[in-house]
């Protein structure tokens, strides 16, 4: 019995909790402001009116995104996870990165479950970026301004649910019915909800 009581007691206290934290008259609640803007948490991703993509302000964010579908573990910029890994277990982007052509302000990289490196990049002018993935002929995983590149096929597939869109600049590109294709920022690109594997 004693037990019973301390749950309901521990319940009761988590539900109060609860309810203390959640929006009062403050002023500072955004949801009922009509600023367009929701967000999991101060520094993290947001989704912008009239736009189904999220947002990230920096690598936190956007490993703080991921993780809400599959994990984004050991968050590292790139240069120390370059140092400390060899070309067998390398992640995108390297190269890329310092080439001001990708406008890639900042390059991290994460471990999946299983260790295989998914490259964050932080984007600045997304056309720019998109008109260097037309060139290059790769594909990504997109937001609003940063870009995911998973190793692992199990990441991938998880991230199908995440909001993020696959970006390519591959003129066959075709979707299976139920899914949707719309044209990207650059003639000849597009994004998908359907991540092929």
């Known amino acids: ?25 403050d002023g500072n609640d955004k949801s009922s402001s009509g600023g367009g803007k929701s967000s999991a948490s101060a520094g993290s991703t947001e989704e ?15 490993s703080y995104y991921l993780n809400k579908y ?25 190269d890329e990165a310092a080439d001001p052509s990708w406008s890639i302000k900042e390059r ?33 995983l997109v937001g609003q301004d940063f870009a995911v590149v998973p190793v692992g096929d199990t990441a991938l597939q998880a991230l199908q649910k995440s ?11 075709s979707v299976p019915s139920g899914f949707t294709k719309e044209a990207g920022a650059v003639d000849g690109c597009v994004l998908s909800d359907y991540f092929p594997s």
């Not at 912008?48 to 956007?62: E, F, H, I, Q, R």
């Not at 295989?116 to 790769?138: C, N, R, W, Y």
């Not at 909001?163 to 003129?171: I, K, M, P």
Request: aromatic residues 6%; charged residues 20%.
């Open 48 to 62: 912008t009116a009239g736009s189904s993509l999220p947002k990230a302000s920096d690598m936190a964010s956007v």
């Open 70 to 94: 599959t994990p984004c573990l050991d968050l590292a910029t790139g240069a120390d996870y370059d140092a400390n890994h060899d070309a067998d277990n390398s992640a995108w982007g390297a």
């Open 108 to 140: 991290g990289v994460c471990t999946d479950e299983s260790g295989h490196p998914i490259a964050l990049l932080s984007v600045q002018d997304m056309e720019k970026f998109q008109t260097a993935v037309k060139k290059d002929g790769a594909d990504f």
């Open 163 to 173: 909001g993020l869109r696959y970006l390519t600049c591959d003129a066959d590109f």
């Open 1 to 25: 019995m004693r037990i019973k009581r301390a749950l309901a007691i521990g319940a009761t206290l988590a539900a109060l909790t609860g309810a203390a934290g959640c929006g009062g008259d």
